[in-house]
């Protein structure tokens, strides 16, 4: 599939661009986000080049990873990263990330919320999930203002990048 772009009142959701390379590479210098999300720590420029330049556009051409960044409408800021990522036959998992200085104005939730409509107009989609790390209380947010339903913990899923182990919260969305 070719990328798309999605509009919402205060945002443009679109395919990243090698213009949007230092945006990605400063956004992700975040702790949090190095904490939080599966990015290369150290975080380079490198990693920015090859994230937008090169793994972002092979996955929407394999239809199985469809990433967006979320830009405002009044500034052009880079406001996050918001994907779909196919899990299964049928479903979906909504991941993503925003940066430091656009939390907690609701963009995150505009984002994924467009996102996910774009989703279940266009992908043969009957649930998408939600993971977080536990702790991670403004992804959680983001998930519950969506409709998100939390279904659990799991305890000691994954690895973060500090090399250890740590519990991870599961919701669900099932189609409107």
């Known amino acids: 599939m070719d990328p798309v772009t999605l509009e919402t009142d205060r945002l443009v959701l679109r395919a990243f661009t090698p213009a949007d390379v230092d945006a990605v590479y400063e956004a992700?210098?975040?702790?949090?986000?190095q904490f939080y999300t599966p990015v290369p720590v150290p975080y380079r420029r490198a990693d920015a080049e090859r994230l937008v330049?090169?793994?972002?556009?092979?996955?929407?051409?394999e239809d199985r990873d469809y990433t967006l960044g979320a830009f405002r409408k009044d500034t052009g800021a880079l406001v996050g990263s918001y994907c779909l990522t196919l899990i299964s036959?049928?479903?979906?998992?909504?991941?993503?990330?925003?940066?430091?200085?656009?939390?907690?104005?609701?963009?995150?939730?505009?984002?994924?919320?467009a996102l996910c409509d774009w989703g279940w107009d266009t992908l043969d989609v009957h649930r998408i999930e939600w993971w977080a790390m536990a702790g991670n209380t403004g992804?959680?947010?983001?998930?519950?203002k969506l409709g998100f339903t939390v279904e659990g913990t799991l305890?000691?899923?994954?690895?973060?990048?500090?090399?250890?182990?740590?519990?991870w919260w599961v919701g669900g969305l099932l189609r409107p």
């Not at 330049?53 to 051409?61: D, S, V």
């Not at 993503?96 to 984002?111: D, L, N």
């Open 139 to 144: 992804s959680r947010a983001v998930a519950e």
């Open 28 to 33: 992700c210098q975040d702790e949090d986000i």
């Open 89 to 113: 036959r049928g479903v979906w998992e909504l991941g993503y990330w925003a940066v430091k200085e656009q939390r907690g104005r609701g963009y995150s939730v505009e984002a994924a919320r």
């Open 155 to 167: 305890r000691n899923r994954g690895i973060a990048n500090d090399g250890k182990p740590h519990d």
């Open 53 to 61: 330049g090169e793994k972002l556009p092979a996955q929407w051409a």
